[in-house]
Each structure stands twice: as structure tokens, then as C-alpha cells.
């Protein structure tokens, strides 16, 4: 079993700056990590996602160039550092974990990918 725990929410400015971070403890593999997130009343949308070397990285369109996604593997996490943030970027954001078998089949940007989630942090961005 697989516990995500995410921090690093909180309430910003437009134009400003955020950092998540996603920790995980237990049984730990190699696993693809992603962000994901979702504002009341919509589906959850894909952000981020990295591979367990790091030699593959996606993004979702809205987010390239403002985001960036990276991880620690000795320290079993992920960080989601957030630049020039948006009021659209306003959501809760989820960390989400598995392995390369179900990234082989769904991609690394389709929910299916991800057996492991987080509670959640929200990021309020005003204008």
C-alpha cells in the first residue's frame, strides 16, 4: 500500500508563485507520479506527470512554460513548482502514483494510470 500526503497549497496573487510538494511512504516502487486537478462541479483534469527516472515529463498545454514538475527519489517525493499562476489555475490539487505497467497501457496523462491519490490541497488564486 501506497500513502500520498500533499502540502504546499494555499491563496496567491495572480502572477504569483506556488511550490506542492507530494510525499509518499510504503510500499514504493518505481512509479510514475502525476498532478492532477479539479474545481467543483468538473471532471479532473491532468496537469503534470514524471516518470520514475525522470527521462520522461508531460504537461497539460495550459500549464507548459508556468509549471514544472520534478522528484526526489531517495526522498520519495514530488514537487510541483508553479509560476505566473492564473486565477484559472485556481483547483484542488491531487498527487497520484502507480506503476509502468498501468502508464503503459493508459499514458501518463489518463486517470486509469494512477492507483494511488492524495486527499488533495486547494490553490486559490485571486485576480
Known amino acids: 500500500q501506497v500513502q500520498l500526503v500533499e502540502s504546499g497549497g494555499g491563496l496567491v496573487q495572480a502572477g504569483g508563485s506556488l511550490r506542492l510538494s507530494c510525499e509518499a511512504s510504503?510500499?514504493?516502487?518505481?512509479?510514475?507520479m502525476g498532478w492532477f486537478r479539479q474545481v467543483p462541479g468538473k471532471e479532473r483534469e491532468f496537469v503534470a506527470a514524471?516518470?520514475?527516472?525522470?527521462?520522461?515529463?508531460e504537461y497539460v498545454d495550459s500549464v507548459k512554460g508556468r509549471f514544472t514538475i520534478s522528484r526526489d527519489n531517495a526522498k520519495n517525493t514530488v514537487d510541483l513548482q508553479m509560476n505566473s499562476l492564473k486565477p484559472e489555475d485556481t483547483a484542488v490539487y491531487y498527487c497520484?502514483?502507480?506503476?509502468?505497467?498501468?502508464?503503459?497501457?493508459?499514458?501518463?496523462?489518463?486517470?486509469?494510470?494512477?492507483?494511488?491519490w492524495g486527499q488533495g490541497t486547494q490553490v486559490t488564486v485571486s485576480s
Open positions: 510504503g510500499s514504493f516502487g518505481n512509479y510514475v
Open positions: 497520484a502514483a502507480d506503476g509502468l505497467k498501468p502508464m503503459m497501457i493508459y499514458g501518463m496523462r489518463d486517470e486509469r494510470t494512477y492507483r494511488y
Open positions: 514524471i516518470s520514475w527516472g525522470g527521462g520522461k515529463i
